[in-house]
């Protein structure tokens, strides 16, 4: 029934492998390392890939990872006591030999037929407890409405069908009573009878035309119409610079020309205040300790030599760590995964003489943060522009996002960075929902028209009104771009919420049918809990309703109102972990110039500052 058990040490080389079924070779082992383990996920029991399931344990007195896999469909009990079981039977047998060279020269050979044996003890025993012999038909309650039954006196099965019977009897009497031609009918008979206060109640909910005090003239409602834009594009470009361009936040070009961002600015950390915890922390643990062990002099003893991490000793700091990461507005969630995946990690290895439970715990914190954290795939979107021109193409950006997190906002400042590095711009208001949106973007293509007096870049708004589709809107953008050379096509899409499937299906059709370069997710850094509903949603609602063999996900995402969270960066960490995908830039402000970058030792470094 199994499919593959190995043993593996945490650097990668397999000890010992027992294969049931052809299992190929970049399979459901690789996978699980890298998806799970390495991006701190080990506090899940179950990773399923492709048509497997595995389960795994650690040993981290020896570094050493036990892995089963088997295929999805099936439901095995024994596979948690199959993996105890040999852990401690290969651990007990080849101690020595993994604790001399980590293991890389040992012969495990023999450990095959011992494997075995476990196995078969466990299948044996686990099939007679779940074996049951079915019901004799006299011991139903069926048998009870047989003659057969009646007359053998047996009173049992005629009592529980005599009760059932009831029931039945109940639950009918009340379907005809809640049913259109029951008596539910009879009590909205009495309403007619009122007819006169009836009707006149109809006439005064009826509704009335609005009278107006005044009508407006034709040339008050000329110079109240501001969709037009004859003279938008005569204003004065010092006077859009100095409302929309903060010259303290531009970024500046690097030794290749590049106009880069600049970076959040971060308070400098402060350690006083941690290292003041951690010894209360440590005291804390430390008396835990010792009052387990029996006394002040074995604490001590232990003192100066090598101590092992246990469940009590981590669950106090490790506690305190969940709260705090809760407090900066890390999802409860996500919280206790990168908890429980630090915890699996240390439990049971060895502290040297003076190492501090709390200092070993923040420090393996700190790396699995960094771990989370650390992007997979390249930021660099200006190389892979390049590359689309280079293919003789434009490349596509779409904007998704929830309602009011800054979606057209955060796409007019990516807009002014790419025009920036000289780049011909596209925006595609694709958002024929909410009212106004098209004119929203009208304003920021013309206030980044006028911005733009030096360089090659340049930026053109592309529309169709509203009420229109979506999908074939932004078809019709990619295919004008290309045929007029545009290097970036921006696609703007209208606010959703994840739980609203006719909008999401518009989403998901808009994405199948024009295959954008990139998805990026707009949300608040404000948010919390909620991040993990959306981010799962949209996900699902892109796997989901694309249509497709292979769907597509979310690429990326940009956190909005960063200047509102001081160094609660909690989102951050949860958007990451759900997605495994990168932050590509924070909004910080309403200038064109308020878009930054995010690096990860911020974050990392806010989120444990107390």
Same mark, same amino acid.
């Given at each position: 029934?199994?499919?593959?058990?190995?043993?593996? %040490?945490?650097?990668?080389?397999?000890?010992?492998?027992?294969?049931?079924?052809?299992?190929?070779?970049?399979?459901?082992?690789?996978?699980?390392?890298?998806?799970? /383990? !390495?991006?701190?996920?080990?506090?899940?029991?179950?990773? =399923?890939?492709?048509?497997?399931? =595995?389960?795994?344990?650690?040993?981290?007195?020896?570094?050493?990872?036990?892995?089963?896999?088997?295929?999805? +469909? =099936?439901?095995?009990?024994?596979?948690? @006591?199959?993996?105890?079981?040999?852990?401690?039977?290969?651990?007990?047998?080849?101690?020595?030999? !993994?604790?001399?060279?980590?293991?890389? *020269?040992?012969?495990?050979?023999?450990?095959?037929?011992?494997?075995?044996?476990?196995?078969?003890?466990?299948?044996?025993?686990?099939?007679?407890?779940?074996?049951?012999?079915?019901?004799?038909?006299?011991?139903?309650?069926?048998? $009870?409405?047989?003659?057969?039954?009646?007359?053998?006196?047996?009173?049992?099965?005629?009592?529980?069908?005599?009760?059932?019977?009831?029931?039945?009897?109940?639950?009918?009497?009340? *379907?005809?009573?809640?049913?259109?031609?029951?008596?539910?009918?009879?009590?909205?008979?009495?309403?007619?009878? $009122?007819?006169?206060?009836?009707?006149?109640?109809?006439?005064?909910?009826?509704?009335?035309?609005?009278?107006?005090?005044?009508? !407006?003239?034709?040339?008050?409602?000329?110079?109240?119409?501001?969709?037009?834009?004859?003279?938008?594009? #005569?204003?004065?470009?010092?006077?859009?610079?100095?409302?929309?361009?903060?010259?303290?936040?531009?970024?500046?070009?690097?030794?290749?020309?590049?106009?880069?961002?600049?970076?959040?600015?971060?308070?400098?950390?402060?350690?006083?205040?941690?290292?003041?915890?951690?010894?209360? =922390?440590?005291?804390?643990?430390?008396?835990?300790?010792?009052?387990?062990?029996?006394?002040?002099?074995?604490?001590?003893?232990?003192?100066? #030599?090598?101590?092992?991490? #246990?469940?009590?000793?981590?669950?106090?700091?490790?506690?305190?760590?969940?709260?705090? /990461?809760?407090?900066? %507005?890390?999802?409860?969630? +996500?919280?206790? *995964?990168?908890?429980?995946?630090?915890?699996?990690?240390? &439990?049971?290895?060895?502290?040297?003489?003076?190492?501090?439970?709390?200092?070993?715990?923040?420090?393996?914190? @700190?790396?699995?943060?960094?771990?989370?954290?650390?992007?997979?795939?390249? &930021?660099?979107?200006?190389?892979?522009? @390049?590359?689309?021109?280079?293919?003789?193409?434009?490349?596509?950006?779409?904007?998704?996002?929830?309602?009011?997190?800054?979606?057209?906002?955060?796409?007019?400042?990516?807009?002014?960075?790419?025009?920036?590095?000289?780049?011909?711009?596209?925006?595609?208001?694709?958002?024929?929902?909410?009212?106004?949106?098209?004119?929203?973007?009208?304003?920021?293509?013309?206030?980044?028209?006028?911005?733009?007096?030096?360089?090659?870049?340049?930026? @053109?708004?592309?529309?169709?009104?509203?009420?229109?589709?979506?999908?074939?809107?932004?078809?019709?953008?990619?295919?004008?771009?290309?045929?007029?050379?545009?290097?970036?096509?921006? +696609?703007?899409?209208?606010?959703?919420?994840?739980?609203?499937?006719?909008?999401?299906?518009?989403?998901?059709?808009?994405?199948?049918?024009?295959?954008?370069?990139?998805?990026?997710?707009?949300?608040?850094?404000?948010?919390?809990?909620?991040?993990?509903?959306?981010?799962?949603?949209? %996900?699902?609602?892109?796997?989901?309703?694309?249509?497709?063999?292979?769907?597509? *996900?979310?690429?990326?995402? !940009?956190?909005?109102?960063?200047?509102?969270?001081?160094?609660?960066? $909690?989102?951050?960490?949860?958007?990451?972990?759900?997605?495994?995908?990168?932050?590509?830039?924070?909004?910080?402000?309403?200038?064109?110039?308020?878009?930054?970058?995010?690096?990860?030792?911020?974050?990392?470094?806010? /989120? /444990?500052?107390?």
């Amino acid at each position: 029934m199994l499919d593959l058990f190995t043993i593996l %040490n945490k650097g990668g080389l397999v000890l010992w492998q027992q294969n049931f079924a052809p299992v190929a070779a970049q399979g459901p082992v690789t996978a699980l390392i890298k998806d799970v /383990l !390495i991006e701190e996920r080990g506090a899940t029991n179950t990773y =399923l890939k492709d048509t497997y399931a =595995l389960k795994w344990t650690f040993a981290n007195q020896l570094d050493l990872i036990f892995v089963v896999a088997y295929q999805k +469909i =099936l439901q095995l009990p024994f596979l948690d @006591e199959l993996l105890e079981t040999v852990k401690r039977l290969f651990i007990d047998t080849y101690r020595q030999d !993994i604790t001399k060279d980590q293991g890389i *020269h040992g012969d495990y050979s023999g450990f095959t037929p011992m494997f075995q044996q476990v196995l078969q003890n466990l299948e044996s025993k686990y099939a007679s407890q779940t074996t049951r012999a079915p019901r004799k038909f006299e011991d139903t309650k069926k048998f $009870g409405n047989t003659l057969k039954g009646s007359q053998s006196g047996k009173s049992s099965p005629s009592g529980v069908s005599n009760g059932e019977d009831e029931i039945a009897k109940n639950i009918q009497a009340l *379907h005809l009573q809640s049913s259109p031609r029951g008596p539910s009918m009879n009590r909205k008979s009495p309403k007619p009878k $009122g007819s006169p206060s009836g009707g006149s109640e109809k006439k005064k909910s009826q509704k009335q035309m609005r009278v107006w005090d005044g009508q !407006i003239a034709k040339g008050e409602m000329e110079a109240l119409d501001y969709s037009g834009g004859n003279s938008t594009d #005569t204003l004065d470009a010092d006077a859009i610079k100095a409302q929309f361009v903060d010259s303290a936040k531009l970024g500046t070009k690097n030794k290749q020309g590049v106009y880069e961002v600049q970076d959040v600015d971060v308070p400098e950390d402060v350690d006083d205040d941690d290292d003041e915890e951690n010894d209360e =922390l440590d005291t804390t643990a430390s008396a835990k300790t010792a009052a387990a062990s029996g006394g002040m002099f074995s604490s001590l003893l232990k003192s100066f #030599t090598q101590r092992e991490l #246990t469940e009590d000793a981590l669950d106090p700091i490790l506690s305190t760590m969940k709260n705090q /990461l809760i407090t900066k %507005n890390v999802a409860k969630e +996500i919280a206790e *995964h990168v908890c429980d995946s630090v915890k699996s990690n240390l &439990l049971g290895k060895k502290l040297g003489q003076f190492e501090r439970v709390a200092t070993v715990v923040r420090t393996s914190m @700190e790396a699995a943060l960094k771990r989370v954290l650390t992007p997979k795939t390249s &930021l660099d979107i200006l190389r892979d522009i @390049e590359q689309a021109k280079a293919e003789h193409r434009p490349y596509t950006i779409t904007f998704i996002g929830v309602n009011g997190v800054g979606k057209s906002t955060n796409l007019s400042k990516v807009c002014f960075w790419l025009l920036q590095n000289n780049m011909k711009v596209l925006i595609a208001a694709c958002d024929t929902f909410r009212s106004g949106a098209v004119e929203q973007l009208r304003v920021h293509a013309r206030n980044l028209r006028a911005l733009q007096t030096s360089g090659m870049g340049s930026v @053109e708004l592309f529309e169709r009104g509203y009420g229109k589709d979506s999908a074939g809107i932004a078809k019709d953008a990619i295919a004008y771009a290309g045929a007029q050379g545009f290097d970036v096509v921006l +696609i703007d899409t209208a606010g959703r919420m994840q739980d609203n499937e006719p909008l999401m299906r518009a989403l998901a059709k808009l994405v199948a049918v024009n295959s954008p370069d990139k998805i990026i997710f707009v949300g608040e850094a404000l948010v919390g809990n909620e991040a993990v509903d959306q981010l799962t949603k949209f %996900n699902m609602a892109l796997k989901d309703f694309s249509g497709l063999q292979n769907p597509r *996900h979310i690429d990326g995402m !940009i956190l909005t109102k960063f200047d509102t969270i001081d160094d609660k960066m $909690g989102a951050a960490l949860t958007m990451t972990y759900i997605t495994g995908q990168p932050i590509y830039f924070v909004g910080t402000g309403q200038t064109y110039t308020d878009l930054k970058n995010l690096r990860v030792s911020h974050v990392v470094n806010a /989120l /444990l500052r107390n």
